[in-house]
């Protein structure tokens, strides 16, 4: 059922993004010593695999909802995603940021379309400010990531890798809120050949890796990572898909975060967020153990701010 | 006869080459008022457009000369071009470097499988050096821009632009040696519907702009750009067919092509030389005249140091 729910989800926002493009390198491959394909979903629209999730959720509203809106609460590029796709669909978004967040994200969200909110930097403030919108102008919440619709929207990336892919043995992805991770092991399972899925996550945001170890949603107590789109936690619709198919999740240290985003800007020649090296830094990091295998790795977002890039200042 | 030496030139370095891949952003689209596609040669192997001419210079090397190998002096992207495209077909490459060439361009000709040959930073010495290895070794001087084969080699990929996006008005490319600038000439010419190609030039460097003006080929007294590409001169093969078939060189500010090169590093998500950039700053500069125009754009190469990028200085 989750098969063919998978392969409705992908038909229904086909129209509304990219089937973007898988890239190589030959370098890259000798280091690894396995054979690579990155899946560039930082060439999606708006820039991250988020449109997608973002996209789903919306389609899957009744009319009537849709004429009221949708809401949520992120700084990151989720808050861009909903927005874009909820123009697209042409539905009213609302998107509650932190007055933390940086103008330029602001002005992101506001560029494709969101109504943005400003409140307090804090989590009970941003979930406050979205349930005053669900109850005054009964708009749809939707979270971007503890979301089925999200997470089976997350999960046409590696659909489509697995297309064009069929025999890949491994696909790596980032671990942040576990919606792209669970859609990723939910596509390995019904489109994949015995293909397995591995986790990346920071040394300093490692909640999922605790979590799987303590079998309960763990927190970060701490968030000092350069990858910040992964300092959030699992929710509990993604949990069990995580806990039940995930092969293992690999912890990496920023520095070799770096080394690893270094390597993609400079031998794939794309721009990618520091999140996005996680997976290959995991890799890299325990290469023996996928020597000669064949490896999807999914690239899932190239929004970042080029004044503040790491290279060159080790 | 130049049309079936451009077909026969496609087909004989086809084997060898990344046919690559056609980009294109939205919000750029707005910025210009026009629709525009980018031939991305930073995906093309070793990083750059280059290779294309390199690879049909060595293939129309007779068999007793392959078997004395090819020599040239560079400091840029022909050397790792000619050294890769020599590997590939099994020909033995001599690249004359100077002593002022950073160690990491060297170590890259070397990892490509050429023999450097480091002397004096003047023009004088490597030339001298590139004229032993020719008498010494019986080797072939292969220039990095003014030579037909190397044209027809880089008039390639505007060939392929053509291909897929066939009623394109403009293509706009960078000049250098003019090499490039003049195979999609050749290009537009044979395979283009009434399709004109504009040259970008920064001020800094602008000695084509001004060989135009004069009829003969000038010199650039001093050469401070970001665009390291571009610093050198016009030559007598490639002049007479830019002279003929160009439709106008416009000239930009340093500042305008680090403006354009931000532009494509965070919409095209690619990463991409200062070089690159200065076509897509000729096209915004005067775009008053290209309104609603279909225009092509070569992204020339993607092979930058990360550590010394000009983004978020001024």
């Known amino acids: 059922m989750e098969k063919q729910e998978l392969i409705n989800c992908h038909k229904r926002i086909e129209p509304y993004i990219h089937n973007t493009p898988v890239l190589s390198s030959t370098l890259i491959n000798e280091m690894a010593g396995a054979s690579l394909v990155f899946k560039c979903e930082n060439f999606q629209k708006m820039g991250a695999f988020k449109m997608r999730g973002a996209t789903n959720a919306i389609l899957q509203l009744s009319e009537d909802k849709r004429k009221k809106g949708v809401v949520t609460h992120s700084s990151g590029n989720f808050a861009q995603a909903l927005s874009l796709a909820a123009k697209s669909v042409g539905v009213k978004a609302y998107i509650v940021m932190p007055s933390s967040a940086?103008?330029?994200?602001?002005?992101?969200?506001?560029?494709?379309?969101?109504?943005?909110?400003?409140?307090?930097?804090?989590?009970?403030?941003?979930?406050?400010?979205?349930?005053?919108?669900?109850?005054?102008?009964?708009?749809?919440?939707?979270?971007?990531?503890?979301?089925?619709?999200?997470?089976?929207?997350?999960?046409?990336?590696?659909?489509?890798?697995?297309?064009?892919?069929?025999?890949?043995?491994?696909?790596?992805?980032?671990?942040?809120?576990?919606?792209?991770?669970?859609?990723?092991?939910?596509?390995?399972?019904?489109?994949?050949?015995?293909?397995?899925?591995?986790?990346?996550?920071?040394?300093?945001?490692?909640?999922?890796?605790?979590s799987l170890l303590s079998g309960r949603i763990e927190s970060n107590s701490t968030t000092n990572t350069i990858a910040d789109g992964l300092k959030t936690q699992l929710g509990d619709q993604n949990f069990p898909i995580i806990q039940e198919g995930i092969e293992r999740i690999i912890r990496v240290t920023e520095q070799e975060i770096i080394d690893a985003m270094q390597l993609i800007w400079e031998r794939l020649k794309i721009v990618c967020e520091a999140s996005c090296a996680v997976p290959l830094a995991s890799l890299l990091k325990e290469k023996e153990l996928f020597k000669d295998k064949k490896v999807g790795i999914i690239i899932s977002g190239g929004n970042v701010d080029l004044s503040k890039l790491p290279f060159g200042r080790y």
Do not use: W
């Not at 409140?119 to 102008?137: F, H, S, V």
């Not at 064009?164 to 992805?173: C, K, Q």
């Open 102 to 210: 940086p103008q330029v994200k602001i002005d992101a969200v506001k560029g494709y379309g969101g109504e943005v909110l400003i409140c307090e930097p804090t989590l009970q403030a941003r979930e406050a400010a979205a349930n005053d919108i669900e109850q005054g102008k009964g708009a749809t919440f939707i979270h971007p990531s503890n979301d089925m619709d999200v997470i089976l929207g997350q999960g046409t990336a590696a659909m489509e890798l697995l297309e064009t892919n069929p025999d890949l043995d491994f696909i790596f992805v980032p671990v942040g809120g576990g919606g792209l991770v669970a859609g990723t092991i939910l596509a390995a399972k019904y489109f994949g050949n015995n293909c397995k899925v591995i986790g990346g996550e920071p040394f300093e945001v490692d909640d999922a890796y605790r």
